[in-house]
Structures are given as structure tokens and as C-alpha cells.
């Protein structure tokens, strides 16, 4: 849990389950599309613990920072249901429309080699 986070609990008034189901969520439909894009495994991306690194850092810096820094001044005086929604449009940065936004071409490469080294070993 990043230091954001719990304030992102308090501003959004939701539990860090809940939280953390939502980003999952978000982590699961990367990895498939980025999985369907390389014609790779799922399970194979989804259990990297450097694909889960690099999602997690994107999403702090692309999602959480970013709204956060953009709606402070929002967060004294509008309903936590609009921040919700608002909150979620955020997402955009990394998944729109079925399309990867963001795409870690060199980490993927990384991901097949090791996948080949458990594979032969």
C-alpha cells in the first residue's frame, strides 16, 4: 500500500478491499489485453511479479497521483459518489476502449525469456 492510498480510502469513503478489488480488476484486463496483444499466457503476465511492479507503479503515478493533484480542490466540498466516478475516469490513462494505453514493450520480452528459462528448466 503506497502512502496515497489511504487517503484515496478516505476521500473516495470506500475500504482498501474494496480498493484493491477495483484495481485488481484493472490489473486482470491489462494483462489480458496485453496478453492477447503478444500472444502470450495470462496466467504467465498476471503472476510476473515485474508486470505486477510496473502496473502498480503506472497505476500510483498515472491514476492515484494524478488524481489526486488534479482535484484537491475538489475533495472539501463534492459528494464521494461524484469522486468515484470522477476517480475512475482515470483509469482512461491505462485501459481505454479495449486498447493498452500504456505498454512496457522491454518488460514483455523480459516476461517471455523467464517464461522460456522455467519452461526448459
Known amino acids: 500500500m ?8 478516505e476521500i473516495l469513503e470506500i475500504s ?3 480498493y484493491d478489488n ?20 495470462y496466467k504467465t503476465l498476471h503472476t510476473s511479479g515485474l508486470m505486477q511492479n510496473y502496473f502498480h ?3 500510483l503515478l498515472h491514476v492515484e497521483k494524478a488524481f489526486l493533484q488534479d482535484n484537491a480542490h475538489y ?3 463534492c459528494e464521494a459518489e461524484l ?4 476517480f475512475c ?3 482512461r490513462n491505462i485501459l481505454d476502449n479495449e486498447k493498452v494505453q500504456m505498454y512496457p514493450s ?3 520480452v523480459k516476461i517471455k525469456k523467464l517464461s522460456l528459462k522455467k519452461l526448459v528448466n
Open 2 to 9: 503506497t502512502t496515497t492510498t489511504p487517503r484515496l480510502h
Open 16 to 18: 482498501y478491499t474494496t
Open 22 to 41: 477495483y484495481r485488481e480488476k484493472h490489473y486482470q484486463a491489462y494483462c489480458q489485453r496485453l496478453a492477447t496483444l503478444n500472444f502470450m499466457s
Open 57 to 59: 507503479g503506472m497505476w
Open 75 to 77: 475533495f472539501s466540498y
Open 83 to 86: 469522486l468515484r466516478q470522477l
Open 89 to 91: 475516469s482515470y483509469t
Open 106 to 108: 522491454k518488460l514483455i
